[in-house]
């Protein structure tokens, strides 16, 4: 399984509670006062998730969390 990413690449990759075998990456959600207010994720088998998947999964998802913080928000 992939380490934890730091906070500041904005986004996390863990191993699926409810499953060993798949691994999630996630992203926050911001809203206007910077709170977190939702979090956006994708998940996948382990075997399938090698670095180059997490990393494009995670900048994926970093980058969909913004443009929703920013609908909800009125950005």
Do not use: C, Q
Request: aromatic residues 4%; glycine residues 8%; charged residues 20%.
């Amino acid at each position: 399984m992939f380490a934890e990413r730091t906070p500041n690449v904005g986004y996390v990759v863990r191993e699926a509670v409810d499953n060993p075998d798949a691994t999630v990456v996630a992203a926050p959600v911001h809203g206007v006062d910077g709170a977190i207010i939702a979090a956006l994720s994708v998940a996948g088998p382990t075997f399938r998730m090698r670095h180059e998947n997490v990393e494009s999964a995670g900048l994926a998802v970093k980058r969909a969390a913004e443009v929703l913080a920013d609908l909800v928000s009125g950005r």
